[in-house]
């Protein structure tokens, strides 16, 4: 493994980007690596960018925010979002996992600007990563019950994919911990992971 592993959550205001962070960072404390921490925010509002940034590492704890053109996987929520982080953290090789689903920011919402296709976001994605796999967070979570869970959804299709050096039942460990065993945030996970191993 990579030391540190670079690992970004990007999103919006209200698509649970520190929930996500949290789970992830708590799993990987779990299994005994030391996890740093950064938080950056568009517009402190609802619809505004938020970018995690997680660094885990065997040997010691780094600076939360990692250097740019330094990630090695990104966890997208949105599209636009997702290909905005790439533009200053991605690199040849980084791994994305992007839920396609578009959040629209209050300007395309007043019709004062357009936004642009998905499939045209998700190819320009694939351009830059070594790796994308796109995941309909959205439904699945739908699934579970909160289409607002898709955040858990996305960490249960990363925690089965093998990007990362840990466990999935360090996950889910860390989501019963602090949902519960009849948690629906646990069956988002479970979904998300089915999701991640197919």
């Keep these: 493994m990579k030391d540190p592993l670079n690992v970004l959550v990007v999103g919006v205001g209200g698509?649970?980007?520190?929930?996500?962070?949290?789970?992830?960072?708590?799993?990987?404390?779990?299994?005994?690596?030391?996890?740093?921490?950064?938080?950056?925010?568009?517009?402190?509002?609802?619809?505004?960018?938020?970018?995690?940034?997680?660094?885990?590492?065997?040997?010691?704890?780094?600076?939360?925010?990692?250097?740019?053109?330094?990630?090695?996987?990104?966890?997208?929520?949105e599209p636009v979002e997702t290909l905005r982080a790439l533009g200053t953290y991605g690199n040849p090789g980084i791994r994305v996992m992007v839920n396609p689903r578009p959040v629209y920011p209050l300007e395309v919402l007043s019709g004062q600007t357009k936004y642009p296709e998905v499939e045209k976001v998700l190819?320009?994605?694939?351009?830059?990563?070594?790796?994308?796999?796109?995941?309909?967070?959205?439904?699945?979570?739908?699934?579970?019950?909160?289409?607002?869970?898709?955040?858990?959804?996305?960490?249960?299709?990363?925690?089965?994919?093998?990007w990362l050096p840990l466990r999935p039942e360090s996950f889910r460990k860390v989501v019963v911990e602090l949902f519960g065993e009849n948690s629906p945030n646990l069956r988002a996970l479970e979904l998300g992971m089915a999701g991640g191993r197919r």
């Design 123 to 162: 190819e320009a994605i694939r351009e830059l990563s070594k790796e994308v796999v796109v995941v309909e967070a959205t439904e699945l979570a739908k699934e579970a019950g909160d289409a607002r869970m898709q955040n858990v959804v996305m960490v249960g299709c990363l925690a089965a994919s093998g």
């Design 15 to 77: 698509q649970g980007n520190l929930l996500a962070s949290l789970l992830i960072g708590s799993a990987a404390t779990e299994e005994g690596f030391q996890v740093s921490v950064g938080e950056t925010y568009g517009a402190t509002q609802r619809g505004g960018s938020v970018m995690s940034h997680l660094r885990l590492s065997r040997r010691r704890a780094y600076s939360p925010l990692m250097p740019e053109g330094r990630g090695d996987v990104l966890l997208g929520f």
